[in-house]
């Protein structure tokens, strides 16, 4: 077995070991100032280039470590790794960076469940033997990261739905996750009280069933509650990450994966409240279970025991919404699909130019991912005073003239409020109902990630502008002009 490539402490006392600290303990800063200037869109950007100056120094300062034995190995996953992380992320849509952050978060668990191992079995092969703490963190860092890869893969296949989105479940699936669990856990034990074993068997061993429970925990959850899967990834990666440091002896490894840890926790907790859901019910619940699917035509018709769709055509909708005061936009994840920010940031300028007030409400779990609308629309330049959150925009839509949903359907749901036996039942909506008139744009009649027909679409108030989202508004958009 070769060596590790970084020792498992750093001493203190040379020039050299002192500069490293000093530049991790200047890493550490940058990640905290960009992980709070995250917190806006004004300055979300300029974090993240903060945060990511902080991972270059803390990357340049850990190749002077002394205990680096081997410069190939590094050279050779850098330059393997750039390339593929550069173009990847220079390639995504905005609609995928739901997936590719599920991908990154699983590279990031896989890459610490591969240092745990080598750790271990590095302080095997020496023959000194492993402390009881490194042993407990690398075994730790291993399951948890384990579970995080395999997780954040599935989740990755389901947000990029290449496979379904529905719960998919085994017969006893909670028996089977509580077993492979506590056979991880008991090997992990095992290991610890025992000595003179060979360790290789045992720890490929959790590491199997560590991931095939990664496999098996977010099968069975929803696409629906990909957000809060989401955050609780990340969390485990920041965890796992935590423990990995403090296996190796690394204190800015220890700090960053606290922090992200600590900021996954709370988000979790932050999207588990939006959708009033609690976090137990959304990892170990099934959601959504529904087959779903609503039986109206695409140009309307009835459904839902003779209610009927009401559907309108662009030139309708342009001048309802021409000759309205007030006008709210509700964004949901088919405004992303059909690229259509700029032609909705379009209308509102259109909008605007005849005296009407437009606003955007964003639903803390509208989209893929928390604050998916939000990057959304910013990149489409829309002006962040314009963005409001549900609490603060729901008490308005009883005084909006037009409420316009492009793309969204759980998050605007009546059954939530109305239907105690609905699978969404108690989920925070936009009250998008309370309006005067409501447009819906959507390609058909099928049903969101819970799998529930929504009964706005049955409102008498409501019309359907059936079609592709930016056609349909590039064409509302012209009819603007001419009204």
Do not use: C
Not at 383 to 394: A, G, H, K, W
Request: proline content about 4%; cysteine-free; aromatic content about 8%.
């Amino acid at each position: 077995m070769t060596a590790p490539l970084i020792a498992s402490s750093v001493g203190g006392g040379t020039t050299t070991e002192h500069i490293i600290n000093v530049a991790y303990l200047v890493a550490v800063i940058l990640f905290i100032v960009g992980l709070k200037k995250l917190t806006s869109p004004t300055t979300a950007r300029q974090g993240n280039m903060i945060a990511g100056l902080g991972m270059v120094i803390a990357l340049i300062a850990t190749l002077f470590l002394e205990e680096i034995v081997t410069y190939e190995w590094i050279a050779l996953g850098t330059i393997l790794g750039a390339p593929i992380g550069y173009f990847s992320a220079k390639k995504v849509k905005m609609t995928s960076m739901p997936e590719m952050v599920a991908l990154f978060n699983g590279v990031g668990g896989g890459a610490v469940a591969l240092i745990a191992l080598s750790e271990y079995f590095h302080w095997t092969d020496t023959g000194a033997g492993i402390t009881t703490d490194v042993e407990v963190a690398s075994l730790f860092s291993l399951i948890i990261g384990s579970i995080s890869f395999w997780g954040s893969v599935v989740a990755f296949l389901k947000l990029s739905e290449r496979i379904s989105g529905r719960p998919i479940a085994l017969p006893g699936q909670k028996l089977i996750n509580a077993a492979l669990f506590l056979g991880a856990i008991g090997i992990a034990g095992y290991l610890l009280v025992s000595s003179g074993m060979d360790p290789y068997s045992y720890t490929i061993g959790i590491a199997v069933l560590a991931g095939v429970l990664g496999l098996f925990f977010v099968l069975p959850i929803g696409g629906a509650d990909m957000p809060v899967v989401i955050s609780t990834l990340n969390a485990m990666t920041g965890l796992a990450a935590a423990a990995a440091g403090f296996a190796l002896g690394n204190s800015a490894l220890i700090v960053a994966g606290m922090i992200v840890g600590a900021s996954g926790t709370i988000l979790t907790n932050l999207m588990a409240v939006a959708m009033n859901r609690t976090i137990a019910g959304v990892l170990f619940g099934s959601f959504g279970a529904g087959t779903g699917g609503g039986t109206a035509p695409a140009g309307g018709g009835a459904s839902r025991e003779g209610a009927t769709v009401r559907s309108t055509d662009a030139a309708s909708a342009a001048i309802l919404m021409a000759y309205a005061q007030n006008v709210i936009v509700v964004p949901g994840y088919g405004l992303a699909v059909a690229q259509a920010q700029h032609t909705v940031r379009e209308m509102a300028d259109e909008l605007e130019s005849k005296g009407v007030t437009v606003k955007y409400a964003i639903h803390p779990v509208a989209g893929r991912m928390p604050g998916h609308m939000n990057v959304l629309l910013a990149e489409a330049d829309v002006p962040y005073d314009q963005l409001v959150e549900m609490d603060d925009i729901n008490p308005e839509f009883e005084r909006a003239d037009v409420a316009i949903v492009v793309g969204a359907n759980d998050v605007t749901n009546p059954a939530a409020k109305n239907s105690p036996d609905s699978p969404i039942y108690g989920m925070p909506i936009l009250e998008v109902d309370q309006a005067h008139n409501v447009i819906v744009l959507k390609r058909g009649m099928s049903s969101g990630y819970a799998g529930i027909e929504n009964e706005l679409y049955y409102d008498p108030k409501t019309q359907m502008l059936f079609g592709d989202a930016k056609d349909s508004l590039s064409e509302v958009v012209q009819e603007l002009k001419n009204v």
